[in-house]
């Protein structure tokens, strides 16, 4: 049980981190600091006017920002300390040979690849598919510490999940609608890495003729050229509304698949299917307000925020129930 918390621990600090991550990329802090994995060649922030001066001359008269600087650092000091973390699990698992020392392993080498995005992001001056790719990370992380938890609390308590006969139907249909929230993710994390959140501003899907001017080639080119920095994004108009375009529609496509699965979670009406129908609707209704927020109010930073929290919060939920429907049958 004691293990158990751990874990538990584990997987609040990852949700920390995203959302310290994503508060940090919203606040255009994330070349707060020009160097990895310190800050102006110092462990903390430079606070001394010498020691700052020092540093603006070291990085090419650079100005340091303490306010930025400090949340990227912030950042960095979390997601240190959630490795360490996953350090110790994946050493507890593999000493007590436990069945889930193999996605322990898996995990620790996503977080070590991680430390290397998080290095890159800061090097190639947030190259979008270097800071998509750190993000979709975070979301791996925190997915697989909710497995290897379900895992472990499987062996303990096995029959809490969902008891009776599952059809391998509904099973399918979960799979899909975990797919389509991945791909929903994927494409929210482009958005926001080629500042594209408002280049729609009405509802439901674009303003104007917006039909007229779609660029996917530009718009999903993982290569945009060499710039001296990406931040505040290097495509045109035109590529970053097709890029909102294809998140807005494929939002209702994913909002569809999950409502669906949570019906017939509700007709299931086994133990817990019920529970986590109205888990998934809720979280779903939150997120797609949370979506419509960030138009209206023109990408608020809470909101923003919040948003990236209703996407984990998605995520992990139809990790918990693709589990459940596989455990059960």
Known sequence: MRFAWFIRAAILLAFVVILMGAYTRLSNAGLGCPDWPGCYGQVTVPSQPSVIKQAEAKFNGQIVKPAKAWLEMIHRYLAGT???LILAILIYLWASKAASKKLALLLTVIVVFQAALGMWTVTMKLMP???????????AVIALLLLIYLVQWQKTSPNNGFAGKIGSSIQVHAL????????????GGWTSTNYAALSCTSLPICQGNWFQHLQFAQAFNPFQGQHQTYEFGVLSASARTTIH?????WAMVTSIMLLTLAYRLWQLDILNSRVMAVVLTLFLLLQVSLGMSNILFQLPLPVAVAHNG?????????VCINFKLRSAS
Not at 245 to 249: G, K, T, Y
Not at 310 to 318: F, H, S
Request: hydrophobic share 70%; aromatic share 2%.
């Open 245 to 249: 375009v294809c998140h807005r529609i």
């Open 82 to 84: 959630l490795g360490t």
């Open 129 to 139: 598919i270097v800071v998509m790719s750190h993000l979709l990370g975070g979301y």
């Open 176 to 187: 899909l609608a975990l797919v389509a929230l991945i791909i929903q993710i994927i494409l």
């Open 310 to 318: 209703g996407a984990v919060l998605l995520l992990l939920t139809m």
